[in-house]
């Protein structure tokens, strides 16, 4: 009985032998294929690392060690520490670009994120029949580029034969025309006004889309509860765009941080500074304009590296905002 009893524990010992070593390997023969595909998958990624850190990393590298020093773009640069930083906190042009660049950002994404939100739900819901029509007409300033938009812009504001001025003399508003580009206090609210126009279309067909993709059964739902529109955009379009309006805050935020194009173009960052941001001034001190033909190559390095770092702090922001809504 125990030479049967041990012919059988070593047959059923015998069978399931080969089935753990099948189970090992198939298990390494996955192990080798899933490696496999690590490799090809890190492959792929060499050549974008590498034109990554050619043409991005090293420049801002670049940039950052160049704020450190006092340099004209002609012979060697001689190291300053943080000179240039300690410069940016006592010039008065620096703070008021400062101070420009903060309230155009800030300006800029409230208007640029709750209009088109606005104007995305009214596409959707109440001009639902015309939605391609409106959505086009709306979204052709979004091809036009700042620099064209800029250009345009100031033909239009020009005191003497701009179309604003003329427009408000015929209605009889003559009194309202000025020089809205030469008046300090009327100079950065012209600008927004551009900004918004520039856009408006993108970041409402940004909205729009997002709009897709909430439940359409919640709407439903509440108009049986007897919920109003507006009940319904605070109660169940909002809180269902968390993630777009977390997206389009930070572009907003940072495209107002980094601008420059649109205020170049149409001021200058005239007059006298009042339209001066930190894009705008950095271009003058690079090339010489504001300090006799002498480029601060080293000072406007320090005022990109501010730029950069308000540029990730919003990206941060959007980060936060994001994680937020996804609990």
């Known amino acids: 009985m125990a030479?049967?009893?041990?012919?059988?524990k070593s047959s059923r010992v015998d069978r399931v032998r080969?089935?753990?070593?099948?189970?090992?390997?198939?298990?390494?023969s996955w192990g080798r294929l899933y490696g496999a595909e690590r490799i090809a998958g890190y492959t792929f990624l060499v050549p974008t690392?590498?034109?990554?850190?050619?043409f991005v990393g090293w420049p801002i590298l670049y940039a950052i060690g160049l704020s450190f020093t006092n340099w004209n773009g002609f012979g060697p640069a001689s190291f300053t520490g943080s000179a240039s930083y300690v410069r940016m906190f006592n010039d008065p042009v620096a703070r008021r670009a400062f101070v420009v660049t903060i309230l155009f950002a800030l300006s800029t994404t409230v208007l640029q994120t709750v209009i088109p939100l606005v104007a995305a739900v009214l596409v959707n819901f109440?001009?639902?029949?015309?939605?391609?029509?409106?959505?086009?007409?709306?979204?052709?300033?979004?091809?036009?580029?700042?620099?064209?938009?800029g250009v345009l812009w100031k033909l239009i504001y020009d005191p003497n034969i701009g179309t604003l001025n003329q427009a408000l003399r015929t209605i009889g508003l003559g009194k309202f025309a000025q020089p809205w580009l030469s008046n300090p206090s009327t100079v950065l609210p012209s600008i927004l006004v551009v900004s918004l126009w520039g856009a408006f279309g993108l970041n409402m067909l940004i909205f729009f889309a997002g709009i897709q993709g909430v439940d359409p059964t919640l709407y439903e739902v509440a108009?049986?509860?007897?919920?109003?529109?507006?009940?319904q955009f605070f109660y169940i379009t909002i809180p269902g765009l968390r993630i777009i309006t977390a997206i389009v805050i930070a572009l907003n935020l940072m495209n107002g941080f980094k601008v420059f194009d649109i205020i170049f173009v149409m001021t200058g960052g005239g007059p006298s500074h009042a339209s001066d941001v930190f894009g705008t001034y950095l271009y003058t001190l690079a090339f010489g304009s504001t300090s006799g033909s002498i480029p601060q190559l080293?000072?406007?390095?320090?005022?990109?590296?501010?730029?950069?770092?308000?540029?990730?702090?919003?990206?941060?922001?959007?980060?936060?905002?994001?994680?937020?809504a996804n609990r």
């Open 3 to 8: 030479t049967k009893n041990s012919l059988a």
């Open 18 to 28: 080969p089935a753990r070593r099948g189970r090992r390997r198939a298990g390494s």
């Open 49 to 54: 690392v590498v034109f990554f850190a050619i």
């Open 126 to 149: 109440v001009w639902k029949a015309l939605s391609v029509v409106v959505r086009t007409i709306l979204f052709i300033p979004a091809i036009v580029s700042f620099v064209v938009s």
């Open 223 to 231: 108009q049986v509860d007897g919920a109003s529109r507006v009940q």
């Open 298 to 324: 080293g000072y406007a390095s320090a005022f990109s590296v501010v730029v950069m770092v308000l540029c990730g702090l919003a990206v941060l922001f959007q980060v936060t905002l994001a994680r937020r």
